[in-house]
């Protein structure tokens, strides 16, 4: 495997289409055109793929703040889903927003 290539591809979903993107440079190109680009998800997805095409950060970092992004606005391809983050075994202790009303919005993907 190269170094600059993600061990497991990353699937979005646009217009009915999956997109793999194999490779930070690829997601750092994708990040790039997105219509939504404002946001600390975006804003980390971009620092990891970037530092990663610049040696500063692994694929596997970078791999992860893109699949973040993607899962986050609703893109993430739903095989991808089942690698990115296996099922906990035991279900969380507590939630972050103590009720469903008070969890942060986000506007729709344009793209879809």
């Known amino acids: 495997m190269h170094p600059a290539q993600f061990e497991l591809p990353v699937r979005v979903v646009l217009r009915e289409k999956v997109h793999e993107i194999s490779s930070p440079r690829s997601a750092l190109d994708f990040l790039l055109k997105c219509p939504v680009q ?3 998800i975006f804003e980390s997805a971009v620092e ?5 095409t610049m040696n500063r950060a692994s ?6 703040g893109f699949a973040t992004y993607a899962k986050i ?8 889903r ?17 009720s469903s009303s008070m969890e942060p919005r ?7």
């Open 38 to 40: 404002e946001g600390p």
């Open 48 to 52: 990891a793929c970037f530092s990663a």
């Open 59 to 64: 694929a596997d970092e970078a791999r992860i």
């Open 73 to 80: 606005y609703g893109i993430l391809a739903e095989e991808t």
């Open 82 to 98: 089942s690698e990115t983050s296996p099922k906990p075994k035991t279900p969380p202790r507590h939630r972050i927003y103590p």
């Open 106 to 112: 986000l506007p729709p993907f344009p793209w879809n």
